[in-house]
């Protein structure tokens, strides 16, 4: 019982030395962080090519002979939403679309990358977005890929018509790189930083630099200390036996 409360004592012990030695150094992680965020910023302002995103959107519903909606059908497409999105981001669509708009430097994984399909929750509607470093390019990609989808989904799964609910938008603004966000995450990471290499230094050094180092490492008390001659010292000394 007793060995287990000085276990305790000596655990929280070092851990309110690890926490001091942190704070007697702020500065030196304050400004750690100070740096890597400004570099991160001007990495994401001036460096990483701006990104801009256009979405088109697409209805997709199936009829039955009477040409009316039932529940049953509208039940049906919401499942096969997802079938949906499968067959936009397929191997034939994107190559086809690459193939259309003359895209050559641009490869069918590339494209791949650059797509992004999604179905809103109880909804029939499909957004087709991408991202491109050119706005009008991501356009001319997010229209081209509507149009091809529609046909691919008509021919395979039987259906009469795929209405277009928005065409793709000319996007004013980039969507990223998040320049708040980098600078934030360069920040504390860049503290993190600090801390791991303030720790490492701490725990790797094992030096005795005071009479409380003697007796927690080597269970010994001190009788004295001697004080560290130093020049001024010494000079001090001199000018008192002249004297």
Same mark, same amino acid.
């Given at each position: 019982?007793?060995?287990?409360?000085?276990?305790?004592?000596? !655990?929280?012990?070092?851990?309110?030395? $690890?926490?001091? $030695?942190?704070?007697?150094?702020?500065?030196?992680?304050?400004?750690?962080?100070? =740096?890597?965020?400004?570099?991160?910023?001007?990495?994401?302002?001036?460096?990483?090519?701006?990104?801009?995103?256009?979405?088109?959107?697409?209805?997709?519903?199936?009829?039955?002979?009477?040409?009316?909606?039932?529940?049953?059908?509208?039940?049906?497409?919401?499942?096969?939403?997802?079938?949906?999105?499968?067959? !936009?981001?397929? &191997?034939?669509?994107?190559?086809?679309?690459?193939?259309?708009?003359?895209?050559?430097?641009?490869?069918?994984?590339?494209?791949?990358?650059?797509?992004?399909?999604?179905?809103? =929750?109880?909804? &029939?509607?499909?957004?087709?977005?991408?991202?491109?470093?050119?706005?009008?390019?991501?356009?001319?990609?997010?229209?081209?890929?509507?149009? =091809?989808?529609?046909?691919? !989904?008509?021919? =395979?799964?039987? !259906?009469?018509?795929?209405?277009?609910?928005?065409?793709?938008?000319?996007?004013?603004?980039?969507?990223?790189?998040?320049?708040?966000?980098?600078?934030?995450?360069?920040?504390?990471?860049?503290?993190?930083?600090?801390?791991?290499? $303030?720790?490492?230094?701490?725990?790797?050094?094992?030096? $005795?630099?005071?009479?409380?180092?003697?007796?927690?490492?080597?269970?010994?008390?001190?009788?004295?200390?001697?004080?560290?001659?130093?020049?001024?010292?010494?000079?001090?000394? &001199?000018?008192?036996? &002249?004297?």
């Amino acid at each position: 019982m007793e060995n287990h409360r000085e276990n305790n004592n000596e !655990i929280e012990f070092d851990l309110l030395e $690890i926490i001091h $030695i942190l704070f007697s150094r702020f500065w030196i992680i304050l400004g750690a962080g100070f =740096v890597t965020a400004l570099i991160c910023f001007a990495v994401s302002s001036y460096v990483l090519a701006p990104v801009f995103e256009s979405t088109t959107k697409i209805y997709i519903l199936n009829k039955t002979e009477d040409t009316t909606v039932t529940y049953t059908d509208v039940q049906m497409g919401t499942q096969l939403t997802k079938d949906y999105a499968e067959l !936009i981001s397929s &191997r034939y669509v994107l190559e086809k679309v690459v193939e259309e708009l003359s895209l050559e430097d641009m490869e069918y994984e590339d494209l791949m990358k650059k797509v992004s399909v999604n179905t809103p =929750v109880d909804t &029939r509607v499909v957004s087709i977005t991408v991202e491109h470093t050119n706005p009008e390019q991501a356009m001319r990609i997010a229209n081209c890929i509507r149009e =091809v989808a529609g046909e691919h !989904i008509q021919n =395979v799964m039987d !259906i009469e018509a795929v209405n277009v609910v928005e065409t793709a938008n000319m996007p004013a603004e980039k969507s990223g790189p998040s320049v708040l966000k980098w600078t934030l995450a360069g920040g504390i990471a860049g503290a993190f930083l600090a801390c791991a290499v $303030i720790l490492i230094i701490f725990l790797l050094d094992d030096t $005795i630099k005071s009479s409380e180092d003697v007796e927690k490492y080597l269970g010994i008390s001190t009788l004295a200390m001697i004080p560290a001659i130093t020049e001024d010292n010494t000079a001090k000394k &001199r000018k008192i036996k &002249r004297k």
